[in-house]
């Protein structure tokens, strides 16, 4: 079945540092791949998303390319912030406004 | 703008009690509202689809009887947990889509969550 894997947490990293959490995917077809974020205490947010092989999603410094090859859709920041505090999701879909299927969460600290 | 709120945040019951979670979109209307249910260290589990005006569709694995879910109009969506048990315990999060948002898929907005600790 379709499903999505992540790396363990937590991951905890030094303000400025660069970020890369990894997200791998199983899917029959061209699912849509997106990144959620859930900041401490607030509802699920989407951070970005990609719709097609080779689209890379970006949003507040973060990146994602979709990559078919490798079916992977890994998320990078060139210098995170303590802002940047929180878990993220990697997650795929295939309906217009239809179900998500999300990897376990990943939770990221950064220190001072 | 596409806030969904929770009500209420936390709630603590005894075993054998239902109870219920709301689920509001407070700027926008929602086609479809979904529930999920997140364990400690755990992704998100889909529960059930619900469509206004219309049953709800459960995933598989999930007792209807047990997570009653109606969405009466189109700005509230409910979940009870009847006879709740303690395995019943968890992070109960939902979803809506807006309708007619006009772009290629409909973005799910996601409420903050009910913690339900049933004792």
């Known amino acids: 079945g379709n499903s999505v894997t992540q790396m363990e947490g937590p991951v905890t990293l030094s303000e400025e540092a660069f970020l890369t959490i990894n997200c791998t995917y199983t899917?029959?077809?061209?699912?849509?791949l997106f990144w959620y974020v859930q900041y401490p205490g607030e509802g699920l947010q989407l951070l970005l998303k990609?719709?097609?092989?080779?689209d890379k999603g970006s949003n507040k410094g973060f990146e994602a390319t979709y990559r078919k090859e490798t079916t992977s859709f890994h998320l990078e920041k060139g210098s995170v912030q303590v802002s940047d505090s929180a878990v993220y999701f990697c997650a795929l879909s295939y309906n217009q406004g239809g179900k998500l299927i999300f990897g376990q969460g990943t939770e990221l600290s950064v220190k001072p | 703008g596409a806030v969904v709120s929770q009500h209420p945040s936390r709630v603590i019951c005894k075993s054998g009690t239902s109870v219920k979670i709301e689920c509001r979109s407070l700027d926008f209307q929602a086609t479809t509202m979904f529930w999920y249910r997140q364990f400690p260290k755990k992704s998100l589990m889909l529960m059930a689809t619900s469509n206004e005006g219309s049953k709800a569709t459960y995933e598989q694995g999930v007792e209807k009887d047990k997570f009653l879910i109606n969405h009466a109009s189109l700005t509230l969506s409910t979940l009870t947990v009847t006879s709740a048990h303690p395995e019943d315990s968890s992070f109960y999060i939902c979803s809506a889509t807006e309708r007619g948002r006009g772009v290629s898929y409909n973005e799910q907005f996601f409420g903050p969550g009910t913690r339900l600790t049933v004792l």
């Open positions: 899917a029959t077809g061209y699912p849509s």
């Open positions: 990609a719709t097609k092989a080779d």
